[in-house]
């Protein structure tokens, strides 16, 4: 821990002197005169806006304070100078009915519960933060910062009471959709056996429009990160603050729907918010049609095809299907740190250094799955990141900002607008 109260001195000693660094290679051997990948990404205070929690998160069966298998643990995130991680509790969609809402309510607040588990168990090592306040209190001490998201907004149902229960519990990002329509708003992906057509609400729905307010008064970020084009920008221009996309790749770079083209990059940029560029491979670069064969093929025997099969199956499952999916990567090769670099050099071309972040999309629960990348398959690799930016000319400040500065910096905006609500449950 005495290391990272070291780095924090430093990194106020950086952003004090405006220095500028020269570029580095993580790939070939070291110029002495230019600075040292890890020591630079352990200057920063590095933030990961989007990894996801398994149900039995921080019980025996999951043990974040243990290392192994997992893309996340606590002697990971020190090692790699991780300081602050948004926990995803990830819901997949399924009907719309009261008791499917509850299911995935209950699902949700079962996720979230383990993460309040993991700041209890381990109290020295990590704490839960609520503000950006609290992730900068954090890193001074010398601690890790534990943040929730909300990955899909259907657990919500159409009720706003869930909205202000998932702040009370932690929640500080709901992602609007994840695959498949849901009340609040058309997803990028819909799923046909779900009876989903092309568009449903045409973007927002009503219920999306109030529910965008709400998050606005409470001071909850929305993530547009899995919404349809429509969606994104009706997002953008109804939300008080800024938006974010916790997870998403750019489509010039890998024309995947999920992806975000420039006019919503630009438009997301122009009323100041972040994309977080997703390490999850197939959205970096995308399979060749061999590869997708092959994952669905070992996905159909494992039962974990069809719009259900991911959201019911077990974590142990999860991580035999990583395990599977990684004895592929020798035949075709996972997307690289170099490819994931290419998506953040295209947004600071298109909107500059000040809307780009980093959130890698791994999981917290076992194997790979089919996230990760070569070089950077867990929260330890963090600094390869940062080695392929300094070797392209990006300054030690624009990498601060990169890992951390600019969610920070909407993270603030968004306490702002919800301050000014007349039912603001922010203190003052």
């Not at 995308?286 to 064969?293: G, I, Q, V, Y």
């Not at 890698?360 to 629960?365: I, K, N, P, R, V």
Request: net charge negative; aromatic share 6%.
């Amino acid at each position: 821990m005495r290391a990272r109260n070291h780095r924090r001195s430093r990194y106020l000693v950086a952003l004090a002197a405006g220095s500028a660094v020269a570029s580095v290679s993580a790939a070939t051997p070291v110029d002495p005169a230019s600075p040292d990948p890890h020591t630079v990404h352990c200057s920063v205070i590095a933030i990961d806006s989007h990894i996801d929690v398994p149900r039995d998160f921080a019980t025996p069966a999951i043990d974040p304070g243990k290392d192994g298998k997992p893309q996340l643990t606590l002697p990971a995130m020190q090692r790699g100078c991780l300081d602050a991680v948004f926990f995803s509790v990830a819901v997949g969609q399924n009907e719309r009915s009261p008791a499917h809402y509850q299911r995935a309510w209950d699902e949700a607040r079962d996720m979230i519960a383990g993460v309040h588990r993991m700041v209890e168990q381990y109290p020295q090592q990590i704490t839960l933060a609520l503000t950006a306040e609290d992730i900068e209190r954090a890193a001074r001490e010398g601690r890790l910062a534990a943040l929730i998201g909300m990955e899909n907004g259907y657990p919500l149902g159409e009720d706003l009471g869930r909205l202000r229960e998932a702040f009370d519990l932690g929640v500080r990002y709901v992602t609007l959709t994840h695959v498949g329509h849901n009340a609040i708003a058309d997803s990028s992906v819909p799923i046909r056996e779900l009876g989903d057509a092309d568009e449903e609400h045409g973007g927002l729905s009503k219920f999306g429009r109030t529910l965008i307010a709400e998050m606005n008064c409470l001071g909850i970020m929305v993530d547009i990160s899995h919404t349809s084009k429509a969606t994104t920008l009706q997002a953008i221009d109804a939300s008080r603050a800024p938006v974010i996309a916790s997870h998403s790749g750019v489509r010039a770079v890998a024309g995947t729907p999920r992806n975000l083209d420039d006019e919503q990059l630009r438009r997301l940029a122009a009323r100041g918010g972040v994309v977080q560029v997703a390490g999850y491979s197939s959205y970096v670069k995308p399979n060749s049609p061999e590869k997708d064969r092959a994952i669905a093929q070992i996905a159909k025997e494992m039962r974990l095809d069809g719009p259900f099969g991911w959201a019911q199956a077990a974590n142990a499952l999860l991580a035999d299907f990583g395990d599977r999916l990684e004895e592929l990567d020798s035949r075709w090769p996972r997307a690289s740190v170099s490819d994931y670099v290419d998506h953040i050099d295209h947004i600071v071309a298109q909107v500059g250094i000040d809307h780009v972040g980093i959130g890698s999309d791994f999981y917290a629960g076992g194997g790979a799955a089919s996230g990760g990348l070569a070089g950077w398959m867990n929260v330890s690799e963090g600094e390869h990141i940062t080695g392929e930016l300094l070797r392209r000319g990006y300054s030690e400040q624009d990498i601060a900002k990169v890992w951390g500065g600019n969610l920070l910096r909407v993270m603030r905006a968004t306490e702002a607008v919800a301050r000014d609500c007349p039912s603001s449950r922010l203190q003052n």
